[in-house]
């Protein structure tokens, strides 16, 4: 597996976790990282990604505030900090390299994925 998304855990809401995703490869320095979720019985959702100096972020409305997503290239590890989480939170967490060096919230435009870690938010 290329890519490994680990931190994944159980939490009460209000609470918060930390993702990270790493890099064996050390592929992704050049790319666009980003992270997407899938909750039980729904389709996979963008998250947030980062381009690839980090410069610019993207997230979706629903976690605007809450997340931050970082990266270190030194270190071939992209993070995604979650705070104030919400029982809607819970899904398996997915990272995903991009083909570009841009961020996007486009699916497609991801070409490399990481195993999933779950993370359940309990009210």
């Known amino acids: 597996v290329q890519l490994q998304a680990s931190g994944g855990g159980l939490v009460q809401a209000g609470g918060y976790l930390r993702l990270s995703c790493a890099d064996s490869r050390r592929t992704f320095s050049n790319n666009a990282v980003g992270w997407f979720r899938q909750a039980p019985g729904k389709e996979r959702e963008f998250v947030a990604a980062i381009s690839w100096r980090g410069g610019t972020t993207y997230y979706t409305d629903s976690v605007k505030g809450r997340f931050t997503i970082s990266r270190d290239n030194a270190k071939n590890m992209v993070y995604l900090q979650m705070n104030s989480l919400k029982p809607e939170d819970t899904a398996v967490y997915y990272c995903?390299?991009?083909?570009?060096?841009?961020?996007?919230?486009?699916?497609?435009?991801?070409?490399?994925w990481g195993q999933g870690t779950l993370v359940t938010v309990s009210s």
């Open positions: 995903a390299r991009s083909r570009f060096s841009y961020g996007s919230r486009g699916q497609a435009d991801f070409n490399a």
